[in-house]
């Protein structure tokens, strides 16, 4: 049975000039102990999937698709439920910006406390917080501290730390090394990582696709609010089959062997006035007459990938 299933997901946000089609027929699945990497460029719909998940879209809604996690149906579930028992006991969020999230006039103690006390845990709770805060590599003084009294890699790890205060099984971290130095970056893979190790399944969402092929198994490359290719990360990397993601690696430079750094040119598709065909098509070295149709849906060795050149 798979950890989580996602399937057809849909969702849009209304604005005053109309809906955005942030996600269109989003899919793919994890198995127990697996973790995912969605990579893509800004506004592609990352964030909303991970939102999706735990049900906290604001100013937008779930229009079709089904969430399954441990076999169960969570779109379908009351918000009074989902809340109790899967909102951040099973299922938890690194907010993106996390570093401002967190209220700068209470003290790290405190906000942990608010935490606990929002999901029933009474204030006796310090083995808890401790527990979290050596797992984040953090001295138990910064407890007592103010954020501002912290550097941003400290931040960082105390929001990592909420996230994992009550021992979720699947944690979904959107862009959590944004605008840390290289060195604090890697502190923090490093302990996405040793959380695996334990057990944990992560969805790492990230522009940098060199982190995402470090900690997750499978990657799902994104754009238009598409899902246009899924699969392992040995396969996405070696041998990219959409024109994006092959895109998107020619624009990575490597230590290994020169090569050219490629672009892509355009701009990414207006998501409010969505039109039938493949959304890159006005930007892809490969398009053809058949690719103003929206493109098939190709299994490839260990996902797929909607492009027409696999037809």
């Given at each position: 049975?798979?950890?989580?299933?996602?399937?057809?997901?849909?969702?849009?946000?209304?604005?005053?000039?109309?809906?955005?089609?942030?996600?269109?027929?989003?899919?793919?699945?994890?198995?127990?102990?697996?973790?995912?990497?969605?990579?893509?460029?800004?506004?592609?719909?990352?964030?909303?999937?991970?939102?999706?998940?735990?049900?906290?879209?604001?100013?937008?809604?779930?229009?079709?698709?089904?969430?399954?996690?441990?076999?169960?149906?969570i779109?379908?579930?009351?918000?009074?439920?989902?809340?109790?028992?899967?909102?951040?006991?099973?299922?938890?969020?690194?907010?993106?910006?996390?570093?401002?999230?967190l209220?700068?006039?209470f003290?790290?103690?405190q906000?942990?406390?608010?935490?606990?006390?929002?999901?029933?845990?009474?204030?006796?709770?310090?083995?808890?917080?401790?527990?979290?805060?050596?797992?984040?590599?953090?001295?138990?003084?910064?407890?007592?501290?103010?954020?501002?009294?912290l550097?941003?890699?400290?931040?960082?790890?105390?929001?990592?730390?909420?996230?994992?205060?009550?021992?979720?099984?699947?944690?979904?971290?959107?862009?959590?090394?944004?605008?840390l130095?290289?060195?604090?970056?890697?502190?923090?893979?490093?302990?996405?990582?040793?959380?695996?190790?334990?057990?944990?399944?992560?969805?790492?969402?990230?522009?940098?696709?060199?982190?995402?092929?470090?900690?997750?198994?499978?990657?799902?490359?994104?754009?238009?609010?598409?899902?246009?290719?899924?699969?392992?990360?040995?396969e996405?990397?070696?041998?990219?089959?959409?024109?994006?993601?092959?895109?998107?690696?020619?624009?990575?430079?490597?230590?290994?062997?020169?090569?050219?750094?490629?672009?892509?040119?355009?701009?990414?598709?207006?998501?409010?006035?969505?039109?039938?065909?493949?959304?890159?098509?006005?930007?892809?070295?490969?398009?053809?007459?058949?690719?103003k149709?929206?493109?098939?849906?190709?299994?490839?060795?260990?996902?797929?990938?909607?492009?027409?050149?696999?037809?």
């Amino acid at each position: 049975m798979p950890k989580i299933e996602i399937s057809d997901l849909s969702v849009d946000y209304k604005t005053s000039h109309g809906n955005i089609h942030a996600l269109e027929n989003v899919e793919f699945q994890l198995e127990d102990g697996e973790s995912i990497g969605i990579a893509g460029e800004s506004a592609c719909g990352k964030s909303t999937l991970g939102l999706s998940i735990i049900r906290m879209i604001q100013g937008g809604n779930i229009v079709s698709g089904k969430i399954t996690f441990m076999g169960e149906s969570i779109l379908d579930m009351p918000e009074s439920k989902f809340d109790e028992s899967i909102r951040w006991k099973e299922i938890s969020m690194i907010f993106q910006g996390a570093m401002n999230s967190l209220d700068p006039v209470f003290t790290i103690q405190q906000q942990f406390d608010e935490v606990l006390k929002q999901h029933g845990f009474d204030s006796n709770a310090d083995k808890i917080i401790r527990d979290v805060i050596h797992a984040v590599n953090l001295d138990y003084s910064v407890l007592e501290k103010y954020p501002h009294e912290l550097s941003g890699g400290m931040k960082q790890r105390i929001v990592i730390a909420m996230a994992l205060l009550l021992k979720p099984k699947f944690v979904i971290a959107d862009e959590p090394t944004t605008a840390l130095d290289v060195l604090v970056q890697a502190t923090i893979i490093n302990l996405l990582k040793n959380l695996k190790k334990k057990g944990m399944s992560l969805m790492l969402i990230s522009h940098d696709l060199a982190i995402l092929s470090e900690v997750a198994e499978k990657i799902g490359i994104m754009y238009g609010g598409k899902m246009v290719e899924f699969g392992t990360s040995s396969e996405i990397f070696r041998n990219p089959k959409h024109p994006y993601t092959q895109g998107l690696l020619n624009s990575i430079p490597t230590l290994r062997k020169e090569k050219k750094l490629k672009f892509i040119p355009g701009s990414p598709p207006d998501l409010s006035a969505t039109k039938p065909g493949c959304r890159f098509f006005d930007r892809c070295p490969e398009a053809m007459d058949k690719c103003k149709t929206d493109p098939p849906k190709i299994k490839t060795d260990s996902g797929y990938v909607l492009c027409w050149l696999y037809e």
